[in-house]
């Protein structure tokens, strides 16, 4: 059994790292004035190229942006240089695009893998297709727990998802069977 080390890491004083940083296994964002200690202790556990920025001209990244090993998800909000920053300094092979819609926090209204994403409801067909065709992943609209705020509770990657406590074991096994790994809460 492997054994990784656990690193003690805050984001600008605050321990809900989920709200200002954002990862995949290819890349992550963190915001500026993150200390370098905290950035080289990311990069050496993640071992993924590091990117320091802001989006909506916010600190909040997790709350703004998602995506997935091709393809960075950010709102129309986002100012050009932040824009243009992303777009200049993500790994080869990872596209960004914008998604146009009222609903800014992409973050907290889609979780995705790279071949299924879960999305809010609320996002109009032509969002939904937007978002289909960017990721390359299938889409669900739905809500979990009763809630439409599905990115805000679930946290996954390629080998499994964490979800809410309060989730049912019905939904957990359910979500588990879309992304296909196994979830726990």
């Avoid at 915001?31 to 950035?39: A, G, L, T, W």
């Amino acid at each position: 059994m492997d054994i990784y080390p656990i690193e003690n890491i805050d984001l600008l004083g605050n321990s809900s790292i989920g709200i200002f940083g954002f990862a995949t296994d290819k890349y992550a964002l963190f915001p500026y004035n993150v200390k370098e200690r905290v950035i080289q202790t990311a990069r050496d556990t993640l071992k993924v190229d590091m990117l320091s920025t802001s989006i909506v001209q916010s600190s909040l990244l997790g709350i703004f942006c998602v995506g997935n090993n091709h393809t960075l998800l950010i709102p129309e909000l986002a100012a050009i240089d932040e824009y243009n920053y992303l777009k200049e300094n993500l790994p080869d092979g990872v596209e960004l695009e914008v998604i146009e819609s009222k609903i800014s926090a992409l973050g907290n209204t889609i979780v995705t893998s790279d071949k299924v994403a879960f999305i809010h409801p609320e996002f109009t067909s032509t969002q939904q297709k937007a978002i289909v065709d960017a990721l390359d992943v299938e889409v669900i609209a739905t809500k979990i727990m009763n809630n439409p705020i599905v990115g805000s509770l679930l946290f996954r990657n390629s080998n499994g998802f964490l979800a809410h406590p309060n989730i049912s074991e019905k939904e957990l096994q359910w979500i588990s069977s879309v992304f296909k790994v196994e979830g726990n809460v």
